[in-house]
């Protein structure tokens, strides 16, 4: 389906259709409930593919086309845009178009009363987009077993709280924070992200392995966390990486550390995010799969 103005052509390909860089105006368009979904899931992990966006809401519908067709005529209706980042990578033109919000969108959102006061990701945009498919996938994933995903913004307003903690002079912010509910039954996490971009020993006042490993041990020991963000249940410390082998140096390190953190810290590897990155399939690993801790102990997100 074309949405593309007669006197726009020069944008359009050799065959006239839209590309990355422009799309017709399409006016008089209102998201419907599903499209909806598709807005409050951006707002709430950040950028979204469309491989993403289709999951969301297969159980309500299951063709892949419509979803395609839909989601560009909502970037035609100017509530979706293409950052360009993701244009930053080999064979860009083979990859699915990944979406996020537009100041319409948000005030469609907001003004329709079903808005959040999201906690977006944070960071370079690359790793912004890993870290929104991370949560997107446990997220979705998560809601097709029954299980609740709680957001980060639901976990700060029980005190009012920051999403940065202090600790010591420093400040520990995590790239992001959610919990799941299976039912009355609940599980707090906090969630770092890595592509190999940070230093891995140094201790100085910056965000490296050895510096995040002995902040999150205070964090843990201390009980910091329950008295920041007022959290009952026990924190678990899941780390995402690009690359077994600095996941492999990472639990090396939390081995070496003595405390409680050992036993509080999880991880896997992903795959689609090192330097050639694409926008990956669902990471149904995250949820299905057991993470990994020290001394091989490991751990299910499917079951409290």
């Given at each position: 389906?074309?949405?593309?103005?007669?006197?726009?052509l020069?944008?359009?390909?050799?065959?006239?259709?839209?590309?990355?860089?422009?799309?017709?105006?399409?006016?008089?368009?209102?998201?419907?409930?599903?499209?909806?979904?598709?807005?409050?899931?951006?707002?709430?992990?950040?950028?979204?593919?469309?491989?993403?966006?289709?999951?969301?809401?297969?159980?309500?519908?299951s063709?892949?086309?419509?979803?395609?067709?839909?989601?560009?005529?909502?970037?035609?209706?100017?509530?979706l845009?293409l950052?360009?980042?993701?244009?930053?990578?080999?064979?860009?033109?083979?990859?699915?178009?990944?979406?996020?919000?537009?100041?319409?969108?948000?005030?469609?959102?907001?003004?329709?009363?079903?808005?959040?006061?999201?906690?977006?990701?944070?960071g370079?945009?690359?790793?912004?987009?890993?870290?929104?498919?991370?949560?997107?996938s446990?997220?979705?994933?998560?809601?097709?077993?029954?299980?609740?995903?709680?957001?980060?913004?639901?976990i700060?307003?029980?005190?009012?709280?920051?999403?940065?903690?202090?600790?010591?002079?420093?400040?520990?912010?995590?790239?992001?924070?959610?919990?799941?509910?299976?039912?009355?039954?609940?599980?707090?996490?906090?969630l770092?992200?890595?592509?190999?971009?940070?230093?891995?020993?140094?201790?100085?006042?910056?965000?490296?392995?050895?510096?995040?490993?002995?902040?999150?041990?205070?964090?843990?020991?201390?009980?910091?966390?329950?008295?920041h963000?007022?959290?009952?249940?026990?924190?678990?410390?899941?780390?995402?990486?690009?690359?077994?082998?600095?996941?492999?140096?990472?639990?090396?390190?939390?081995?070496?550390?003595?405390?409680?953190?050992?036993?509080?810290?999880?991880?896997?590897?992903?795959?689609?995010?090192?330097?050639?990155?694409?926008?990956?399939n669902?990471?149904?690993?995250?949820?299905?799969?057991?993470?990994?801790?020290?001394d091989?102990?490991?751990?299910?997100?499917?079951?409290?």
């Amino acid at each position: 389906m074309m949405y593309m103005p007669k006197d726009k052509l020069n944008h359009t390909d050799a065959l006239g259709r839209n590309t990355f860089q422009h799309i017709g105006k399409l006016d008089g368009v209102k998201p419907t409930p599903r499209e909806r979904r598709w807005l409050k899931h951006i707002e709430r992990h950040g950028p979204q593919s469309s491989i993403y966006l289709h999951a969301l809401t297969s159980d309500t519908h299951s063709c892949k086309d419509t979803s395609l067709r839909q989601l560009q005529k909502l970037r035609a209706a100017g509530f979706l845009r293409l950052p360009p980042q993701q244009r930053a990578t080999e064979h860009a033109n083979f990859n699915s178009y990944i979406y996020d919000l537009t100041k319409r969108a948000e005030d469609h959102l907001f003004e329709t009363g079903v808005g959040e006061p999201s906690v977006r990701p944070h960071g370079h945009w690359v790793h912004q987009y890993m870290t929104a498919c991370v949560t997107s996938s446990i997220d979705i994933l998560a809601a097709q077993s029954g299980v609740r995903y709680i957001p980060t913004h639901e976990i700060l307003a029980i005190k009012n709280s920051s999403f940065a903690v202090p600790i010591n002079g420093q400040k520990l912010v995590p790239d992001q924070l959610f919990a799941l509910d299976y039912g009355g039954s609940y599980r707090a996490f906090v969630l770092e992200v890595d592509r190999g971009t940070e230093p891995k020993t140094t201790t100085q006042l910056r965000k490296s392995y050895m510096n995040s490993i002995l902040l999150y041990r205070r964090l843990i020991e201390q009980n910091i966390y329950r008295s920041h963000y007022g959290l009952t249940a026990n924190l678990i410390v899941l780390w995402t990486f690009s690359s077994r082998r600095n996941q492999m140096k990472f639990l090396k390190m939390v081995g070496q550390t003595s405390g409680g953190l050992q036993r509080s810290v999880f991880t896997q590897t992903v795959s689609g995010f090192d330097h050639n990155w694409r926008p990956p399939n669902m990471l149904t690993e995250l949820f299905q799969n057991l993470w990994t801790g020290v001394d091989g102990a490991q751990f299910s997100a499917k079951y409290p």
